[in-house]
């Protein structure tokens, strides 16, 4: 069955600092990988897909199918960059997402 | 605001109650999701329409749940018999062709 986790329920950083949160799935296929965030008080809104292989606000994430593995990393966090991120997997030929539980990022001052 | 739009934003009901949700999408958007989430959990998928059309359902939805999109806009989600075990954030995106969905801002419900 396809899944993804991601270990990490809480992670904290100072501005500045590097950030990964990561994010395993298990999928014996080919999937599309998904980074969502919600900010405080906001609905959950898409950051990234691996296949667009786009940098957004300053974020970008690497699929390594080896490890099966998709971690979300911005070299210097914000504090803006405080929110709940979502890693999600839709497998080949389906339309159902599966998300992980989410890491709370929070980004010191 | 042109987003995916949920009524009601909460619903407080009793055990027992029927319960019934609102989603309207992106126009244009043929394809429309529910999902459930409770707290600590990432959303959960629930089913998915293209237009019309049912094509997915997951086997969280039981009996008691039923979703139509009864002319390939709006989209309800209706809860019967409510269970304490109900309670959950419900929330629904769209999407055109292709894998990016927006989100709705949800419907929490609470059945006490």
């Known amino acids: 069955a396809q899944r993804v986790t991601q270990p990490e329920k809480l992670l904290s950083v100072f501005k500045g600092a590097p950030v990964e949160l990561k994010c395993n799935y298990s999928y014996s296929g080919s999937p599309e990988l998904f980074w969502y965030v919600q900010y405080s008080r906001q609905r959950l809104q898409l950051l990234l897909r691996h296949i667009s292989r786009e940098s957004i606000k300053g974020f970008t994430a690497d699929l390594n199918k080896g490890e099966t593995s998709f971690h979300l990393k911005k070299p210097f966090a914000q504090e803006e960059d405080s929110a709940m991120y979502y890693c999600a997997l839709v497998p080949y030929n389906n339309n159902d997402m599966r998300f992980g539980a989410g890491t709370r990022l929070t980004v010191k001052p | 605001d042109t987003g995916v739009s949920q009524d009601p934003r909460h619903k407080i009901t009793k055990r027992g109650q029927n319960v019934t949700f609102r989603c309207d999408p992106i126009?244009?958007?043929?394809?429309l999701y529910w999902y459930r989430q409770t707290l600590g959990q990432g959303p959960e998928f629930l089913t998915y329409?293209?237009?019309?059309?049912?094509?997915?359902k997951s086997r969280l939805l039981s009996d008691r749940f039923s979703a139509e999109r009864p002319k390939g806009s709006f989209s309800t989600l209706e809860i019967q018999r409510t269970e304490q075990g109900d309670s959950a954030m419900y929330l629904c995106a769209s999407s055109p062709a292709g894998n990016e969905q927006f989100f709705g801002p949800g419907t929490r419900l609470t059945v006490l």
């Open positions: 329409f293209q237009n019309e059309a049912q094509l997915e």
């Open positions: 126009s244009e958007h043929n394809r």
